[in-house]
């Protein structure tokens, strides 16, 4: 059996007969006390988000899932396409499951996917994304002086962001997947 | 993030750190113009508090002969502060760091983290109510700032805050009455029949934290922040125990948009009771097979010696009047679950102390998304900076 320290982003838990698909976790001691993990977790069959909070260490049942790199492809009609370039299997997974993050992927790009019994139930970006700069207005004179540092600029996958003035179109910019904010030049 | 080059770069990043450096400013602003002085006591401590099951930092101090002593980073400046009210202070404060190992490097934990502690001597825990809603209510002011962000909550700092005793809020949210669950046996019996699974080795405050965490903890602060207090007498820590009903303890927390920013306590000041709760934690922490170093007997002869040191010291009412105005029915319910702080000064009005989580509290100013947003160089930091 496994116990709470095997919980992990993307790992899929059975609860209560239903299976949830780990979202985000993480500890915490109430008043100085035992630790607990909090978990919210997504339900695999309704799409609904709990909240469950375990004692750390407690008993779990989570259910093998297989992580496995692919490359994202293309995207049509709400449904997402990668494939394992390993052996060239493709798979697809909607809307839903892929969630916010959809807005970060462009073809070519490597993510890993939680496979439940051959079922993709989950993506994990990476933390930093390269794209290219495709629309960047020029810095007008005066925009430091008004206060204007940033300017938002247009990536190569259809991405908004914020990015310094000094970004010019055709560079290649790092974004964090995580905030969805401009993190360096490439 | 917020390393060098996020400052530099991120104009968001930026400015919560320019609203760090003014929140902390306007904190040490705030206490000493309602009459506290700020006191500096050690990060390396020789003995320690004995919380079982927070995780210290070891640290080795060497003499210039060779001679080592291990010493413990803080988890909190507790004991010097009230060493300083058994030395005559009576109404005092420090800011500064303190470290917890063992806790996650994000979401609302980093190891290192700044804590502010304030004590009155004599005072009463609803004495230091009153001064945490004051100072959030005064920071508020000072930066233009109405509302506190947690994830995707708002919660407007400027109205009255919400008071509720733990036996309220199990009663709300639970449907169960906190009087008839006061044992393990009852608590355990409870926690079944709502599904949790309750092991032999789990605690009566284990079950009550599956049951607190589960149900209640993220409604709490929602509308509007809210100090819950009155914890059952098993989970007293450092408090006293309630003078209306012994079965509970003066212990509050405060929490804002069910982010929990700070415990207090109406202080314990019988040295022998103390001794022998640490005893017992010392002793727990010798069972989970934790690190344990002799209770510090300094501690122990400060609380002897008696806090506040001075009697002739007046307690005082709420020192400033609210903008607002407290709901009657607020103010009824206060009454009959507490002491009037303004009454005499009697055998268990000797001390109250709160410690307020200083990077969870800017997190709320600016809305920061994680605790790394409000701190410099974090633990996470550092770790990923050069990767």
């Given amino acids: 059996m496994s116990t709470t320290s095997d ?11 239903n ?24 339900d695999l069959a309704s799409g609904k988000v709990i909240e469950i909070t375990y004692k750390s260490g407690e008993s779990v049942e989570i259910v093998e899932v297989q992580f496995q790199t692919m490359q994202y492809l293309y995207q049509t009609e709400g449904r997402y396409a990668f494939m394992n370039m390993n052996n060239y299997e493709q798979i697809e997974m909607d809307a839903d499951s892929i969630g916010d993050d959809a807005k970060y992927l462009k073809e070519g790009l490597d993510v890993v996917v939680g496979l439940y019994e051959g079922r993709p139930v989950s993506i994990q970006l990476p933390k930093k994304v390269q794209y290219k700069v495709v629309e960047a207005p020029p810095a007008v004179r005066g925009d430091s002086a008004a206060g204007n540092v940033t300017k938002e600029i247009a990536l190569d996958n259809g991405l908004k962001i914020q990015a310094p003035i000094f970004i010019k179109e055709g560079e290649e910019v790092l974004v964090n997947t995580e905030t969805g904010e401009y993190s360096a030049r490439a | 993030m917020s390393t060098w080059s996020d400052l530099k770069h991120n104009p968001r990043l930026k400015k919560i750190f320019d609203q760090r450096i003014k929140i902390v400013r306007l904190i040490r602003e705030f206490f000493w113009s309602q009459g506290f002085v700020e006191a500096e006591t050690p990060l390396a401590l020789r003995f320690a508090s004995q919380e079982p099951y927070l995780h210290f930092f070891p640290v080795m101090v060497t003499h210039a002969t060779g001679d080592e002593y291990r010493f413990y980073l803080r988890t909190s400046p507790e004991f010097a502060l009230k060493k300083l009210l058994a030395a005559g202070w009576n109404k005092v404060f420090e800011i500064g760091k303190c470290f917890r190992n063992h806790e996650d490097f994000g979401g609302t934990h980093n190891p290192e983290f700044t804590m502010i502690e304030w004590y009155r001597a004599p005072g009463t825990y609803q004495n230091f109510m009153d001064d945490m809603e004051e100072l959030f209510k005064f920071v508020g002011k000072e930066l233009l700032i109405e509302t506190l962000r947690y994830k995707d909550k708002e919660i407007k700092v400027n109205q009255t805050w919400e008071r509720m005793s733990m036996k309220e809020v199990w009663e709300k949210y639970v449907g169960v009455d906190l009087d008839n669950n006061l044992t393990i046996e009852q608590l355990s019996n409870t926690a079944r ?17 599956k049951i607190f965490l589960n149900e209640i903890e993220s409604h709490l602060g929602i509308e509007r922040p809210m100090f819950l207090y009155d914890y059952p007498a098993q989970m007293a820590s450092l408090s006293r125990l309630c003078h209306h009903d012994p079965r509970y303890a003066e212990r509050v927390e405060c929490y804002i948009g069910g982010l929990e920013i700070c415990n207090g306590f109406g202080e314990l000041t019988d040295s022998d009771e103390q001794k022998r709760r640490l005893e017992v934690d010392r002793a727990v922490r010798h069972q989970l097979g934790k690190e344990t170093w002799p209770v510090d007997e300094d501690f122990i002869a400060a609380l002897k010696s008696g806090i506040p040191a001075n009697l002739s010291f007046q307690p005082e009412r709420s020192p400033v009047p609210y903008g607002t105005g407290r709901g009657v029915a607020e103010k009824s319910r206060l009454a009959k679950t507490s002491r009037d702080p303004s009454a005499a000064l009697g055998m268990t009005d000797k001390a109250a102390g709160i410690a307020l989580g200083v990077d969870r509290m800017i997190l709320l100013f600016t809305g920061a998304r994680d605790i790394n947003e409000v701190i410099f160089q974090s633990v996470n930091d550092q770790l990923t900076i050069n990767n």
Avoid: W
């Fill in chain 1, 7 to 17: 919980i992990r982003k993307g790992a899929v838990i059975k609860h209560n007969n």
């Fill in chain 1, 19 to 42: 299976l949830y698909v780990v979202v985000e976790f993480q500890h915490v001691n109430p008043g100085k006390g035992a630790a607990f993990t909090r978990t919210r977790m997504k």
């Fill in chain 2, 193 to 209: 029949g709502r599904g949790y699974s309750v092991g032999n080795k789990d605690s009566y405050e284990d079950i009550f934290f």
